[in-house]
């Protein structure tokens, strides 16, 4: 499968944006699929999955309560509503995919053989 980003800008602090990620191929519903991040000089850091159909979504801690992740298997699509923005939360954003992870393993980057090619959000303080 093949993943494009879109979505990322510039946005003031307390903002809100919507990322989406378009996804190609077959079967899409079968592939768990996720948001990372990544900040200048700092590792990649989980964001926020959604497993396979039917499964219940998770967070980062840092993002709970004002992130939001779904999909839309119809359309092949991903979307990260980011919603009470903070200068912490600029970075390029990711989206990743895989057919055969496991719910515990869903927010480990290493685990994901799909991912797309990543767009900015800045926040501004």
């Known amino acids: 499968v093949q993943l494009q980003a879109s979505g990322g800008g510039l946005v003031q602090t307390g903002g809100s944006l919507r990322l989406s990620c378009a996804a190609s191929?077959?079967?899409?519903?079968?592939?768990?699929v996720a948001w990372f991040r990544q900040a200048p000089g700092k590792e990649r850091e989980f964001v926020a999955a959604?497993?396979?159909?039917?499964?219940?979504?998770s967070y980062a801690d840092s993002v709970k309560g004002r992130f939001a992740i779904s999909r839309d298997n119809a359309k092949n699509m991903v979307y990260l509503q980011m919603n009470s923005l903070k200068p912490d939360d600029t970075a390029v954003y990711y989206c990743?995919?895989?057919?055969?992870?496991?719910?515990?393993?869903?927010?480990?980057?290493?685990?994901?053989?799909?991912w797309g090619q990543g767009t900015q959000v800045t926040v501004s303080s």
């Open positions: 191929g077959r079967a899409f519903r079968q592939y768990a």
């Open positions: 959604v497993p396979r159909t039917g499964g219940r979504p």
């Open positions: 990743a995919a895989d057919p055969s992870i496991i719910t515990s393993s869903l927010s480990m980057a290493a685990q994901y053989d799909f």
